[in-house]
C-alpha cells in the first residue's frame, strides 16, 4: 500500500533529490570533505599495538605548586628572600608578578626519596608515596598560556581558543566505544569553589556530538531524569525510541547529516544509562576492603576518593576516557596553607586507584594521569603565594606502557625551566595518543577545507618516558 500523505514520495521527489544528494555528493568530493561515513571507514586505529585501553585523567584545576609536590629544590629554602637570578626571569610573561621584586621563595615542607627508584615526594603525600614505584613522575611540563582559562582550553585541546575538540573527545572519535550502556568519555568534578572549569575543556568542537564529554555527578544520582515518569514502562519506552529513531533515519537518508545519526545514538545510550548508572554508582557491592581503601561509605559521598571509585569502576565497565577535576589549587597567597588542604583531600583516593587497579590487573592497559593547567613561580607572591607559570610544572602518569618508577626531565637550582628534557603540552598529547595506539600525525578531522589534529602541527613523542 502506497502512502503519499505520510512521506509524500512521487517519481518528481525522488529525482529530484537523487540529484541533490549526487550533487552534494560531487561537491564534498571538490573539496574534499568526507561524508559521515566515508570519514568514519577513513579512520583506522590503532596504528599500532596500543600499551593502554583507556585513560583516567586526575585534573588539579588550578595549576598545582611543583615546589610543594614532586619537586624538591634546597636552593630555594638556602636563598629564601633573597633576589632570583635576573638571567631567569628576563623576558618571560609572568601573569601577576610583572612589577614585583621577583625574590625566591622556599617553603619548609619536607620531602623523602620512596621505594626502591628513591624517587622524592613531597611529605604532603604520604599514601602516593607509598606507590611511587609506579609514578613516572614529570617535572618539565610546559604550556604556552599563563592564564587559567586558555590554559586549560590549551591543556585539553590543544589550542589556546575555544571550540576545538577536547582529548578525550579525539580518543572516543579514534577508537570508537567500549561500551553501550555509558558514556565513552566522562568528567566528574570536586573540590572547593574557586577558579571555574570551562566546560569547552570536554566539549566535542567540530567531531559528532556523540564524542562530547558527558558530566556525573559525584554524589545522589549521577545524572538526572533517570527514572522514568509514572505511567511509563520500559516496554513502552523502548517502543517509543524504536519509532523516534525510524523517523531520525529517514530524516538523516533524506539530508544527510550526522548529528541525526548522534541523536539516534543518544535517545539509546540515555534509555540503557537507566539501568547502568544506578548500578554504577551502587557501592555496597565493593568490599569493605577496598571502600576503606579509598575512604568512602556504600554511597558517592561527592569526595575526590569517592570519585576515584566511580572511576575504577566506570573503566572496568568499558567506559574510555575518565577525567576527574579537583578545584583549588591556585594559590596566590598562603600556598602552604593551602596545597596541604589539597593534597590532603587527593592523596589516598589516587593511591587507592592506582593500588586498586593494580590489584585487579587493570594498571598495566590503563593510562592514570595527574597535573593541572600550569606550574607555579619560585618566586613569592605576596610573601606566602605563587604566581602561575609556564615554562615548569608538575605531572606525573602510571600505567598504560609508561615506565615505572622514574623521573622525567629536571629544572635549573630554582626550578624556574627546564634544564634537561622539556615536556611540552603538545608533547604530552602525543605520548597519550601512542600509548593508546594512535600515531597523533594521523589522528585527523577534516573541517572547513582543513585537516585538525590533538596536535596541531607540533608534538613529538617522548620515548624516555615509555616502559
Not at 560531487?26 to 561524508?35: C, K, N, T
Not at 577508537?175 to 566522562?186: K, S, Y
Not at 572496568?316 to 579537583?326: A, C, K, N
Request: some cysteine; glycine content about 10%.
Amino acid at each position: 500500500m502506497n502512502h503519499p500523505d505520510i512521506l509524500d514520495v512521487t517519481r518528481r521527489h525522488f529525482f529530484g533529490r537523487s540529484a541533490s544528494g549526487i550533487a552534494a555528493a560531487a561537491l564534498g568530493s571538490m573539496l574534499g570533505e568526507p561524508s559521515s561515513a566515508a570519514s568514519s571507514s577513513q579512520r583506522s586505529f590503532p596504528n599500532h599495538p596500543p600499551k593502554a585501553k583507556r585513560v583516567i585523567y586526575l585534573y588539579m584545576s588550578g595549576g598545582p605548586s611543583q615546589f610543594e609536590t614532586f619537586d624538591d629544590k634546597p636552593m630555594l629554602r638556602e636563598l629564601n628572600g633573597k633576589a632570583i637570578p635576573k638571567s631567569l626571569t628576563d623576558g618571560v610573561k609572568l601573569a601577576f608578578l610583572q612589577y614585583e621584586a621577583l625574590k625566591c621563595f622556599g617553603t619548609d615542607v619536607g620531602f623523602k626519596p620512596c621505594g626502591k627508584s628513591g624517587q622524592k615526594i613531597s611529605n604532603l603525600l604520604p599514601h602516593l608515596q607509598t606507590v611511587a614505584d609506579d609514578l613516572c613522575v614529570v617535572r618539565t611540563l610546559q604550556t604556552d598560556q599563563v592564564n587559567h582559562d586558555p590554559a586549560h582550553t590549551f591543556m585539553n585541546t590543544g589550542f589556546s581558543i575555544a571550540g576545538r575538540p577536547s582529548m578525550g573527545s579525539w580518543l572516543s572519535y579514534g577508537l570508537g566505544a567500549e561500551t553501550e550502556d555509558l558514556p565513552n568519555f566522562v568528567v566528574m568534578r570536586s573540590g572547593p569553589l574557586g577558579q571555574p572549569i570551562p566546560t569547552t575543556a570536554w566539549h566535542n568542537g567540530f567531531l559528532p556530538g556523540k564524542h562530547q564529554g558527558v558530566e556525573f555527578y559525584g554524589s545522589e544520582q549521577p545524572l538526572n531524569y533517570l527514572k522514568s515518569p509514572t505511567g511509563i514502562n520500559a516496554t513502552s519506552q523502548a517502543e517509543t525510541i524504536r519509532s523516534i529513531e525510524s523517523l531520525n533515519r529517514l530524516h538523516h537518508d533524506q539530508v544527510d547529516d550526522p548529528e541525526i545519526l548522534t541523536r539516534i545514538n543518544q535517545y539509546e545510550l540515555a534509555f540503557q544509562m537507566q539501568t547502568s548508572v544506578p548500578e554504577l554508582a551502587e557501592f555496597s557491592s565493593e568490599s569493605a576492603t577496598t571502600r576503606q581503601l579509598y575512604g568512602v561509605g556504600e554511597k558517592p559521598d561527592g569526595s575526590f576518593g569517592s570519585n576515584c571509585l566511580m572511576a575504577r569502576r566506570m573503566a572496568e565497565r568499558g567506559v574510555r576516557f575518565i577525567q576527574l577535576y579537583h578545584t583549588g589549587w591556585d594559590h596566590h597567597s598562603g600556598v602552604v596553607k593551602g596545597i596541604t588542604a589539597r593534597t590532603k583531600e587527593v592523596d589516598q583516593g589516587c593511591a587507592a586507584l592506582l593500588k586498586d587497579l593494580k590489584q585487579r590487573g587493570m594498571l598495566e592497559d590503563t593510562l592514570v594521569i595527574w597535573g593541572g593547567e600550569f606550574g607555579r613561580t619560585p618566586m613569592s607572591q605576596g610573601g606566602s603565594g605563587r604566581d602561575h607559570h609556564t615554562k615548569s610544572g608538575p605531572l606525573w602518569m602510571a600505567g598504560g606502557g609508561v615506565k615505572p618508577g622514574c623521573s622525567y626531565g629536571a629544572t635549573d637550582d630554582f626550578g624556574f625551566t627546564a634544564t634537561e628534557d622539556p615536556f611540552h603540552v603538545h608533547d604530552f598529547h602525543a605520548t597519550v595518543l601512542h600509548l593508546l595506539g594512535i600515531n597523533h600525525k594521523r589522528l585527523t578531522f577534516r573541517y572547513k577545507g582543513f585537516h585538525f589534529r590533538l596536535t596541531n602541527v607540533h608534538g613529538n613523542v617522548i620515548e624516555k618516558v615509555l616502559a
